[in-house]
């Protein structure tokens, strides 16, 4: 492509980090792993940060971690990437899916009420493509009914509520370091949490259940638990990014602002709506627009590679079959966001110049 959607920040201080790992002959879980959960606590704000395999993992231990279960259910927003949902029947529990708010593509905190049982036991709300969850509403629907908060914040380092940063409002929070990300270590995932007996037993549990020891001679397994660790060769790129996340994050919303400039007053696009009282950090920057599959082909054919937001989990065989998924008849958010949601380029060096072709050409096919 010649404006592909997305490229990760990869430098020569970052390509060293990851030299030295190789030399070093340590190649597993280590030194380098434990640098960058320092690194995304610090910048966090929040106690804990325990590295994992993937955000799906990091999903699937949390809810472990808390004790849901068999006959529990979960909470889950219809317009997510399929491992929001996937995490709860895994271990035996039933997803309920519900719509999101068509202008934000948030859950529909109207829609968590009114799914609410007896069985509830939690919500994994997702902060969409980095805007952030309005936690007053969330934390009143909580206090009110009596639940854990598991955010999805897969897209959202960076973001803020009322001054307070993505990782640090629910009980747990678990962040994707995926290529899409800007910050990534290629696969693998953050789990963040302010609980100390929480994050001991989520280290514990990605680490086959071992317990604490003073030497290797000593260690022993307090239960039954998976591995999930993060290789150091991994944990380099994404300590090298981290090292630069505000120098990141800046550019990022800076190329933002440009295509806000060049998008106002078009007709045919409309802006989805940030959370009030909240920063985006902009994993993803999308729009609505009419048409939107015409409009992907033709610019992917002239070597613009654009995408579709993310997917309406009701209308996937997985969901509709499984008995531990709850389907709702109607879903006019997701529905709307699925048709007209538009994913544009977005990287950390893209020029005003690659952006001005992007919008252009975008402009064009609308005006059609």
């Given at each position: 492509?010649?404006?592909?959607?997305?490229?990760?920040?990869?430098?020569?201080?970052?390509?060293?980090?990851?030299?030295?790992?190789?030399?070093?002959?340590?190649?597993?879980?280590?030194?380098?792993?434990?640098?960058?959960?320092?690194?995304?606590?610090?910048?966090i704000g929040c106690r804990h940060a325990i590295a994992v395999t993937s955000c799906t993992t990091g999903l699937e231990i949390a809810l472990r971690c808390l004790g849901i279960g068999l006959g529990d259910e979960v909470i889950v927003?219809?317009?997510?990437?399929?491992?929001?949902?996937?995490?709860?029947?895994?271990?035996?529990?039933?997803?309920?899916?519900?719509?999101?708010?068509?202008?934000?593509?948030?859950?529909?905190?109207?829609?968590?009420?009114?799914?609410?049982?007896?069985?509830?036991?939690?919500?994994?709300?997702?902060?969409?493509?980095?805007?952030?969850?309005?936690?007053?509403?969330?934390?009143?629907?909580?206090?009110?009914?009596?639940?854990?908060?598991?955010?999805?914040?897969?897209?959202?380092?960076?973001?803020?509520?009322?001054?307070?940063?993505?990782?640090?409002?629910?009980?747990?929070?678990?962040?994707?370091?995926?290529?899409?990300?800007?910050?990534?270590?290629?696969?693998?995932?953050?789990?963040?949490?302010?609980?100390?007996?929480?994050?001991?037993?989520?280290?514990?549990?990605?680490?086959?259940?071992?317990?604490?020891?003073?030497?290797?001679?000593?260690?022993?397994?307090?239960?039954?638990?998976?591995?999930?660790?993060?290789?150091?060769?991994?944990?380099?790129?994404?300590?090298?990014?981290?090292?630069?996340?505000?120098?990141?994050?800046?550019?990022?919303?800076?190329?933002?602002?440009?295509?806000?400039?060049?998008?106002?007053?078009?007709?045919?696009?409309?802006?989805?709506?940030?959370?009030?009282?909240?920063?985006?950090?902009?994993?993803?920057?999308?729009?609505?627009?009419?048409?939107?599959?015409?409009?992907?082909?033709?610019?992917?054919?002239?070597?613009?590679?654009?995408?579709?937001?993310?997917?309406?989990?009701?209308?996937?065989?997985?969901?509709?079959?499984?008995?531990?998924?709850?389907?709702?008849?109607?879903?006019?958010?997701?529905?709307?966001?699925?048709q007209n949601c538009l994913t544009l380029p977005l990287f950390n060096d893209i020029t005003i110049e690659q952006q001005q072709v992007v919008v252009d050409k975008l402009i064009r096919l609308i005006n059609q």
């Amino acid at each position: 492509m010649k404006i592909p959607l997305t490229k990760p920040f990869i430098n020569d201080e970052i390509r060293k980090l990851v030299q030295d790992v190789l030399n070093s002959g340590y190649l597993t879980e280590g030194p380098v792993t434990k640098k960058l959960e320092n690194a995304f606590s610090e910048y966090i704000g929040c106690r804990h940060a325990i590295a994992v395999t993937s955000c799906t993992t990091g999903l699937e231990i949390a809810l472990r971690c808390l004790g849901i279960g068999l006959g529990d259910e979960v909470i889950v927003p219809n317009y997510t990437y399929p491992g929001t949902a996937t995490v709860a029947p895994n271990i035996g529990a039933t997803s309920v899916i519900v719509d999101i708010d068509k202008d934000t593509m948030l859950i529909d905190y109207d829609a968590i009420e009114e799914a609410i049982t007896p069985r509830t036991k939690a919500i994994i709300p997702v902060s969409e493509f980095g805007n952030p969850l309005d936690y007053e509403r969330l934390n009143e629907i909580k206090e009110k009914y009596g639940f854990y908060i598991i955010e999805d914040a897969a897209c959202s380092i960076g973001a803020e509520f009322k001054g307070v940063r993505t990782g640090n409002l629910a009980d747990i929070s678990v962040f994707s370091l995926h290529p899409r990300k800007f910050i990534t270590t290629g696969e693998g995932g953050i789990i963040t949490t302010n609980s100390n007996d929480w994050a001991e037993w989520m280290k514990s549990y990605k680490q086959f259940g071992i317990g604490k020891s003073k030497s290797r001679e000593d260690i022993h397994f307090e239960m039954l638990g998976i591995n999930s660790k993060m290789s150091d060769v991994l944990a380099a790129i994404g300590y090298g990014q981290m090292l630069h996340i505000k120098e990141l994050l800046a550019n990022r919303l800076k190329a933002v602002s440009n295509y806000l400039d060049l998008l106002s007053g078009v007709k045919g696009i409309a802006i989805p709506q940030t959370t009030i009282n909240g920063e985006h950090s902009y994993q993803s920057f999308t729009i609505f627009v009419e048409n939107r599959d015409y409009i992907l082909k033709k610019m992917r054919s002239e070597g613009i590679e654009l995408q579709i937001g993310t997917y309406a989990l009701h209308g996937h065989k997985a969901f509709k079959d499984s008995s531990l998924c709850k389907i709702q008849e109607n879903y006019p958010g997701s529905k709307y966001a699925l048709q007209n949601c538009l994913t544009l380029p977005l990287f950390n060096d893209i020029t005003i110049e690659q952006q001005q072709v992007v919008v252009d050409k975008l402009i064009r096919l609308i005006n059609q």
